[in-house]
């Protein structure tokens, strides 16, 4: 899996880890496996983020502005979407959650597990 921003291009490499490219360097972000991964500037600095979905591990944000990793779940997402600088994310049987980047809080958006999602403008569509 692949994903870009005008800064780095980022790469999933599997059991070699998370890594990203810039200036002809490939440079590891994280040596543990991913099983997605979305950017998106949650920190409200004008860079991308790494949101990544570690699987048993949890889901983290790699902030490319400090180089740092942090915990934003312990409980292992079904999969992500970015609405602006929140994540929408579905926990399976947990029920869909929203992460508000703003104030670092979850909130339940439903109790329901949904097969697939996605944003028709700031509407969440689910299956």
């Known amino acids: ?4 921003n005008p800064d780095n291009s980022y ?3 599997g059991e070699q ?3 990203t490219y810039l200036s002809n ?3 590891r972000r994280s040596s543990f496996v991913a099983e997605s991964f979305l950017i998106g500037d949650i920190t409200g600095d ?3 983020d790494i949101i990544t979905d570690f699987g048993s591990y949890g889901l983290f944000k790699y902030d490319s502005t400090t180089a740092l990793w942090s915990q934003l ?3 292992d997402p079904e999969s992500m979407l970015l609405d602006g600088s929140d994540i929408i994310t579905d926990f399976g049987s947990y029920g869909l959650f929203k992460y508000d980047s703003t104030t670092a809080l979850w909130s339940q958006l439903s109790t329901a597990d949904p ?4 944003l028709d403008g ?3 569509i689910t299956d």
């Open 1 to 4: 899996m692949k994903q870009t």
């Open 11 to 13: 790469k999933d490499f």
């Open 17 to 19: 880890g998370l890594l």
């Open 25 to 27: 360097i490939w440079e």
């Open 46 to 48: 004008g860079i991308g």
């Open 73 to 75: 779940s312990t409980a």
């Open 115 to 118: 097969e697939s999602m996605l």
């Open 122 to 124: 700031s509407d969440i």
